[in-house]
T-cell receptor
Framework: SQQGEEDPQALSIQEGENATMNCSYKTSINNLQWYRQNSGRGLVHLILIRSNEREKHSGRLRVTLDTSKKSSSLLITASRAADTASYFCATVSRGSTLGRLYFGRGTQLTVWP | EADIYQTPRYLVIGTGKKITLECSQTMGHDKMYWYQQDPGMELHLIHYSYGVNSTEKGDLSSESTVSRIRTEHFPLTLESARPSHTSQYLC????????????FGDGTRLSIL
């Protein structure tokens, strides 16, 4: 399978703490993307990191990419209750004609007030 | 601020009925996708389209069919619904280009009795 796999499956933290989620994948990629999904809603794109990038920031989000280990991490700093959601990584394989995304099963993050 | 709309949000219907799930986007995106997602699981691509009059099947075998007569509209049809079709169906769109972020609708949660 080309799908990314997130780790852990579930994470529960207090408001103000940092949350780190990891993603591993199997093939060479063009880019890797992180999405958030609130309960009962569609996915929302958070951040895209290209294969030649190692780190990217967006607000309280920090994404790293290690292509030698075929892994990525998403760090949410100073978490809030509103960050409670499922987080998915999705990869785009290098040379893919469609440029389609392969999703993992996600990490369920719960942030307690 | 959703620019991609799915209707209905929820549908409970009996076995054997014909169902059409609607998806429309106002962003002028050429690429559109249908995913199937069971609770706590990854997204599986069931159909995609490069543009008008272009449709292809995805990875997950599905008895559904799609059409793309207009750029903004990508409906999914089940000719005869069965309990095995119970799932959440997510529609997405993206601009042309490899591995562009996808914009998702809020999904249709389908239950077949």
């Amino acid at each position: 399978s080309q799908q990314g796999e997130e780790d852990p499956q579930a994470l529960s933290i207090q408001e103000g703490e940092n949350a780190t989620m990891n993603c591993s994948y199997k093939t060479s990629i063009n880019n890797l993307q992180w999405y958030r999904q609130n309960s009962g809603r569609g996915l929302v794109h958070l951040i895209l990191i290209r294969s030649n990038e190692r780190e990217k920031h967006s607000g309280r989000l920090r994404v790293t990419l290690d292509t030698s280990k075929k892994s990525s991490s998403l760090l949410i700093t100073a978490s809030r209750a509103a960050d409670t959601a499922s987080y998915f990584c999705a990869t785009v394989s290098r040379g893919s004609t469609l440029g389609r995304l392969y999703f993992g099963r996600g990490t369920q993050l719960t942030v307690w007030p | 601020e959703a620019d991609i709309y799915q209707t209905p949000r929820y549908l409970v219907i009996g076995t054997g009925k014909k169902i059409t799930l609607e998806c429309s986007q106002t962003m002028g995106h050429d690429k559109m996708y249908w995913y199937q997602q069971d609770p706590g699981m990854e997204l599986h691509l069931i159909h995609y389209s490069y543009g008008v009059n272009s449709t292809e099947k995805g990875d997950l075998s599905s008895e559904s069919t799609v059409s793309r007569i207009r750029t903004e509209h990508f409906p999914l049809t089940l000719e005869s619904a069965r309990p095995s079709h119970t799932s959440q169906y997510l529609c997405a769109s993206s601009t042309t280009g490899e591995g562009q972020p996808q914009h998702f609708g809020d999904g249709t949660r389908l239950s077949i009795l």
